[in-house]
T-cell receptor, first 115, second 113 residues
Framework: AQSVTQLDSQVPVFEEAPVELRCNYSSSVSVYLFWYVQYPNQGLQLLLK??????LVKGINGFEAEFNKSQTSFHLRKPSVHISDTAEYFCAVSGISGGYNKLIFGAGTRLAVHP | NAGVTQTPKFQVLKTGQSMTLQCAQD?????MSWYRQDPGMGLRLIHY???????DQGEVPNGYNVSRSTTEDFPLRLLSAAPSQTSVYFCASSYDRDVGELFFGEGSRLTVL
C-alpha cells in the first residue's frame, strides 16, 4: 500500500525568506509524485509533478521539488516566498494498485507567509 | 472552458436524509474520482471510475454510492446521511488514468446535522 507523510502541518515564514515543505512516501511500486496547492475556498491545482527523468522538477510560481529515491522523499522548495504563496500544499503519490492508478494525498502543510 | 463542475456548492442535511452530489466534466476525461477533505486528514479517496460503466472503491467508500453511465458525469450518492459525512467533497478528473494528474472542481461543502 502507498502512503504519504507530510512532516509539517504548518510552516510560518517571513516574506522573501526561503521555504521547504517536506514530503516522504512509501510504496512497493514505482511511483509518480505530485505537489498540489489549494488557495482558500478553492479546489486543488497542480503545482508540479515528477514522472521520470531529471530528479529536479520545476513548477509554477517559482516552486521546485527534488525526487530522492533512496530517501523516498519529494520535498518542495522556493528560494523566496511572497504573501500570495499563503495556501495549503498537498503532496501526492500515484502508483498502480489492482491494475488501476490511484492518487493518494498527504495531510497537507499550511504555509503562512508573514510580511 | 468549464472544466470540472460540481453542484451544489453548499448543502445542509438532517441525519438520515439522502442526496446526490453532481459532478460533470467537459474534457472527455476517462478517469473521474471523488475525494473528501477533512481538517488534518488531507484528501481521502471515496470512489473512482476509469471509464463509463466501471467504478471502484477508494479508501473511505462506506456510506457512499457512485455510478458512471456517461463519460461526462460521475454523481456521488449519500443514501442515509450521518454527521460523520460532514465534509468538503471534491470531484476530480484526469485525461490519463496512469499518470494521475487531476483536475479538480471547486468543491461541495456538506453539513449533516
Amino acid at each position: 500500500a502507498q502512503s504519504v507523510t507530510q512532516l509539517d502541518s504548518q510552516v510560518p515564514v517571513f516574506e522573501e525568506a526561503p521555504v521547504e515543505l517536506r514530503c516522504n512516501y512509501s510504496s512497493s511500486v514505482s511511483v509518480y509524485l505530485f505537489w498540489y496547492v489549494q488557495y482558500p475556498n478553492q479546489g486543488l491545482q497542480l503545482l508540479l509533478k515528477y514522472l521520470s527523468g531529471s530528479t529536479l522538477v520545476k513548477g509554477i510560481n517559482g516552486f521546485e521539488a527534488e525526487f530522492n529515491k533512496s530517501q523516498t522523499s519529494f520535498h518542495l522548495r522556493k528560494p523566496s516566498v511572497h504573501i500570495s504563496d499563503t495556501a495549503e500544499y498537498f503532496c501526492a503519490v500515484s502508483g498502480i494498485s489492482g491494475g488501476y492508478n490511484k492518487l493518494i494525498f498527504g495531510a497537507g502543510t499550511r504555509l503562512a507567509v508573514h510580511p | 472552458n468549464a472544466g470540472v463542475t460540481q453542484t451544489p456548492k453548499f448543502q445542509v442535511l438532517k441525519t438520515g436524509q439522502s442526496m446526490t452530489l453532481q459532478c460533470a466534466q467537459d474534457m472527455n476525461h476517462e478517469y473521474m474520482s471523488w475525494y473528501r477533505q477533512d481538517p488534518g486528514m488531507g484528501l481521502r479517496l471515496i470512489h473512482y471510475s476509469v471509464g463509463a460503466g466501471i467504478t471502484d472503491q477508494g479508501e473511505v467508500p462506506n456510506g457512499y454510492n457512485v455510478s458512471r453511465s456517461t463519460t461526462e458525469d460521475f454523481p456521488l450518492r449519500l443514501l442515509s446521511a450521518a454527521p460523520s459525512q460532514t465534509s468538503v467533497y471534491f470531484c476530480a478528473s484526469s485525461y490519463d488514468r496512469d499518470v494521475g494528474e487531476l483536475f479538480f472542481g471547486e468543491g461541495s461543502r456538506l453539513t449533516v446535522l
